[in-house]
């Protein structure tokens, strides 16, 4: 419910502080004092679309705070939670900021948010009711929340549309399913033949490498052996680099023991280049042993090789990649082996699914069913004190095939009235004038009163256009809706204002060169005044006092 409301700067309020006190709050004055512009603030702060236009003349910006007490609002708790917004147990700050140049900005709890989200709030904290917002009667959405509330099947609802939800899912994936089979049994054949290829083939990262280098070697074989052979013939033989060298060693080591030392260095060089020497003849002999010219084994490396190359470029990979292209066929042949009892898994579950959502729905459709006539007998009840005798209210449940179901059910809700004896109901859309759209949702939101808490409601003139014994139902029925919840009226009835539990009066003063409206709570003595000022008009009477004192008590 709403705590409080500060408006500052907003077209003709400059500033105002407003405590809200009783369930039932009615809100009086003059034509054209302003009553409008504070439901247009409180609109404003409820995530309605800004304009530059709402800043007062000479204001850079003008704002409007809201406070409400969530304790018992279950669908704003949730709003917040599904958008990461922290929640005080208890009071909700909402607070728009509408700037001269046609900007704005929204918070929640001094954080900044979107208007968007502001809206979504707004949406669930406070209904506004008058000629014009109650157009939303006529939205087939808003006549189904309306039915399903007063079922009382909102969870049954909401569960639904987790089923619903559910199938959608299973359905979508069986499909995704279904068509992957189809692609991989058409190119079966072609994975078949590509996976015994490989499989014969045996490819192994790395191999193209070595191959390569093994043919390199195979290519240049009979050269590098003859190279081979004639290193040979200088190391070694009568006259290799090994027998001269010894020859060398021989005639130094001889002459070292007279040469005092000088020939040591040179003595144990030549013994190091001799071992080294005969290291080298020992490697060239190794080389030239395993190195032989062989064209079949050539041949075979070659025809290797090529084979791991064309693979490759079948497949349109590297070649050291064709083991893993062989798993990924492999994995492929064996999807098409284990997709068809993957299928039947999945057909299994989808049928499930959709049997869960019939049952559901064909349930919430019989409760809707059975909740509609209740509904239009409690309605059509409150008709006739509403000014709308001979008028009639129907409720049209037309219930479709499960199949083509959607979230919200298989039903189509539909409300539709006559407003004379003899007139066939029709959608309510097209029979029912402004004025009687909103005596029709008062008469709706009394029948579903008794279906829990109502939260805020707002009823801007919901009485226009009546009075006498019908201005004094509608604030009969006013009342009884204050019970379960906050009312706040805007009136021009008497018998209406009678009935507040408090009252405020607006009223338009020029101060200091300029216009402002100003919102004042009436005390005992001037609600006498304003209500006798109200029956009436300028020059209140004796007679008009008596008269308003007459409904002030009886409402009391």
């Known amino acids: 419910m709403l705590l409080s409301l500060s408006i500052r700067d907003i077209v003709l309020i400059d500033k105002l502080d407003l405590d809200w006190h009783g369930n039932l709050c009615t809100l009086t004055g003059e034509t054209g004092a302003g009553k409008s512009i504070l439901l247009d603030a409180l609109g404003l702060a409820l995530g309605a679309r800004g304009d530059a236009g709402l800043v007062r003349n000479g204001a ?74 109650s157009q939303a009667l006529t939205d087939a959405r808003t006549q189904r929340r309306l039915l399903d509330q007063f079922a009382g099947i909102d969870d049954d609802v909401g569960a639904l549309g987790d089923l619903h939800s559910t199938k959608i899912q299973l359905e ?66 009568e006259t290799g680099v090994e027998t001269a ?57 070659e025809d290797r090789l090529f084979a791991l190359r064309a693979a490759a470029r079948k497949h349109n990979v590297g ?30 579950a989808y049928e499930a699914a959709k049997t869960a959502y019939r049952d559901a729905a064909l349930k919430v459709s019989a409760a809707r069913t059975k909740a509609a006539g209740e509904l239009d007998e409690c309605v059509n009840g409150e008709l006739a004190p509403l000014k709308l005798d001979g008028g009639r209210f129907e409720t049209r449940v037309d219930t479709g095939d499960a199949e083509e179901g959607g979230a919200d059910g298989i039903d189509r809700i539909s409300f539709e009235a006559s407003t004379n004896p003899g007139m066939a109901p029709g959608p309510i859309a097209r029979i029912a004038s402004g004025g009687e759209l909103a005596r029709f949702m008062l008469a709706l939101k009394v029948s579903l009163a008794g279906s829990g808490h109502i939260g805020t ?100």
Request: with cysteine; glycine share 6%; charged share 25%.
């Open 457 to 556: 409601l707002i009823f801007d003139e919901v009485d226009a256009g009546v009075g006498g014994a019908v201005a004094e139902a509608v604030g009969v029925r006013l009342h009884k809706l204050a019970e379960l919840g906050q009312v706040l009226v805007v009136t021009h009835s008497p018998q209406v204002a009678a009935r507040g539990d408090f009252h405020w009066k607006v009223s338009k003063t020029s101060e200091l060169e300029a216009t402002v409206t100003r919102v004042n709570p009436l005390d005992a003595d001037a609600r006498l005044e304003e209500v006798a000022r109200m029956l009436s008009g300028a020059n209140v009477t004796s007679e008009a006092r008596a008269a308003a004192g007459k409904l002030l008590e009886a409402d009391a």
């Open 245 to 301: 060298l010894n020859g060398a060693l021989r005639r130094l080591e001889k002459a070292a023991p007279d040469a005092a030392g000088k020939l040591d260095g040179a003595v144990t060089a030549l013994d190091r280049a001799l071992i080294e020497a005969a290291e080298a003849h020992e490697a060239v002999l190794v080389a030239a042993s395993e190195i032989r010219h062989d064209p079949a084994e050539l041949a075979r490396v």
């Open 172 to 237: 979508k994936r069986l499909a995704a399913h279904r068509d992957a089979l189809a692609r991989a049994a058409e190119e079966a054949d072609y994975l078949t033949t590509a996976v015994a290829e490989l499989q014969a083939l045996e490819p192994q990262t790395g191999e193209e490498e070595t191959l390569a280098d093994q043919r390199t070697l195979l290519m240049n074989a009979e050269k590098i052996a003859a190279d081979l052979d004639e290193a040979q013939n200088f190391l070694g033989g």
């Open 60 to 133: 850079a910006q003008g704002s409007v705070t809201a406070v409400f007490d969530i304790s018992e609002n279950k669908p704003v708790l949730a709003v917040l939670e599904e958008n990461g917004l922290q929640a005080d147990a208890r009071e909700l700050i909402l607070r728009r900021i509408q700037t001269a140049d046609g900007r704005s900005r929204a918070f929640c709890n001094d954080a900044p948010v979107s208007v968007g989200l502001l809206a979504q709030l707004g949406s669930v904290l406070v209904e506004i009711h008058g000629q014009n917002e």
């Open 319 to 348: 070649c050291n990649d064709l083991p893993d292209v062989l798993t990924q066929l492999e994995q492929q042949l064996n999807d098409i082996d284990g997709g068809a009892d993957r299928l039947a898994e999945m057909e299994i």
